[in-house]
């Protein structure tokens, strides 16, 4: 809404049929001269014009929005509000109540990818390369058909005058990490192509002032642009990746309840101070480490440790940042903030596990280490062969740069990241995000998987096995629907869509159980203390009848067919869960599992991947919880589902957003053919080097060949990489 | 041959337009959502700010 709204009413049709004083009242409910705030909502469903068109349609009619502005490619929308009481979080409700599933992002952590001011230096780079190379080649396409004398030189002069500017400005980025290699006597693949660009160029114009017949001016801008789209390829790939990521961090929106006094007040966690007496709903995570004050609870470890079942805690207990309390409200007390709690010393603990890992050498950096030293020998001895065996400095200066643009390395600058550029788009589009491309290298070369137990092979919540049948299970149901506990919240499940008892007088015992009355009785569902059972588990009492209940885990979607498909496929799989040898072995002997351990804390998890890893195993780590991120850390690569822990996915080389963890295995087979298609462009390219040094090195390469090899290598190789953009079966 | 005095400068200031059109493209953010921007020509909605 913005002053156009003001416009004369017969200007836009589509106003003509608002009934009289619709946009009056509209516009009226705005406070004018608000300061604006721009705030970002993450829309995952949307996915075609009509979804683009309801949003800012919904939008734009809200009171106190200003504009609304959906970036379909990113599934956002940026709405910028000028009502200061206006949240995002309400915002994201009302968009999520008309049928677009919302979700607030915190703006800070977004404002920091959201502007790609590297990405469009690089296109504006490649544009004025691609611009320069068109126009040279044109002129040079005249000078092979057989322009001779001033008509040549003419032609020449002006490719010399649109290259040097052009090289200048478009290799920038080749010339800059050349430099930087060279100052830490290192060779990188820059050094090569900056050689080669630079040579090509610099001799091509010594070789017009004495009107010669061969300019390497095309050459040396071909390479220049076909280098640089490997550049923005690769570019692309990790910005991808890197926005992917900061939304998934931006979606954790963290606030703490302060008790102020009588009254209570929302706070980021950053502001909590120690000593602050902070309230916990039920259902909500606890924003600091420090003792229960007052109330009663059930508490969720899961994160933490990995074991599956709540456990009881009162005031004196205990409890860390992390967890989620799950029945009744608490008062806690923060003791431990910021580098005290139990959160930074994992923190620690992964710092150290990335500090121990072997570094990993790229393919592509272990195919320079034996190409750099192998192109600048063969030039050098192509200059000294010839220019012993002619006496002519001028020949063998020209043979020497040819051997090195022919040599230049289009085919590894180009190969690896289109094959990168294919397989993290065919791996978004399945629903993994890959942080950098050594994650997918790694991935291809794993040998041995270890699980985590509970969030990754099994869902959060039990799984109702068996209970009494008729009216014990309405008084259950009626009971279960109550509570927050994830074992109410599995009969309720069961339930659902049954008539529950008519019960009266609710009352929940955090820690306990559930009590109430039914037909005048009373009733109770809990532990075996508080119904008065002899044996472990949930029972449910009416009058002297006891009926007890038991539960299983569920296993993900897909978790029986990935173990099978992992061992298949020939890895050895091991299970690694913080939580009861129970509950473990269980899981484990469902999935046909041998090698499985239970009770792991964080350190017996790197332990056992340290000790796997020098053993010569390459570890490939799937885990979710706050406990498996120093063990993430440690591997040779790791994953994390969506669901998981802020911090697992923070370390994480890969994070499954999709619903399947089967995704491990697609996962595993795309980086299998990434792998197979990047050794394939490396043979291609080095083919390709067979037949044409010794040309070059005789002396027959003329600029109008160099161009036609340098071109045919770069196509041969991106195509071959194109052939990525299915998944593999 | 006097001919390509006329032509080459011709040639390269057409592509130079070409190129200055790209780079004005890049500088409104014209290619910051590519999805949305195929997708909204579907929309019979009028966009009064087309560049986002």
Redesign the interface.
Known sequence: MTD?AYAPRAA?P?CVGLPEGELERATASIPKGGALRRMVLSLPDIH???C??GVE?FLAVQPGVS?A??????RRVTVTVDDPSLTAGDLADDLTRTGYRALELDSATIAATETDKEG?AL??RL??AG?AT??VM??SVAVWAGATDA?RD?LHW?SAA?AFPVIAFAGMPFYRSAFAALRGWRLNMDVPITLAIVLAAGLSLMEVRESGHHAYFDAALTLTFFLLIGRYLDHRTRAAARSAASELAALDVLTATRIEGDTRKTVPVDALRTGDLLFVAPGARIPADGPIIEGRSDIDRAMLTGESLPDPAGPGDQVSAGMVNLTGPLTIRADALGDDTLLRQIARLVDAAEGAKNKYTLLADKAVGLYAPGVHILSALSFIGWYVATGDLRTALNIAAAVLIITCPCALGLAVPSVQAAASGLLYRMGVLVKDGAALEKLAEVDHVVLDKTGTLTTDLPLYATGPEGEARAVAHALARASLHPLSRAIAAECEGEAPAPITDITEHPGEGLSATYLGQPVRLGNARFTGATAEGLWLRMGKDLHPFTFTHALREGAAEMVAGLREAGLHVTLLSGDTAEQTAHIANTLGIADWHAGATPESKIALIEGLSAQGRRVLMVGDGINDTAALAAAHVSMSPGSAAEASRSVADMVLVGPSITLVLRARKVAIAARKRIVENFQLASLYNVIAVPVAMAGYCSPLIAAIAMSSSSICVTLNALRLRREPK | MTILSILIPVSLLLGAVGLAAFLWSIRSNQYDDMDGHANRILSDRYDDSPEG
Do not use: E, P, Q
Request: glycine share 4%; proline share 0%; charged share 15%.
């Open positions: 156009a836009c589509a075609c014009a009509a683009i068109d349609r504009a502005r959906v970036n379909l490619s990113l469009k296109l504006a544009g004025v611009f068109m126009n044109l002129l008509t003419l002006i649109i």
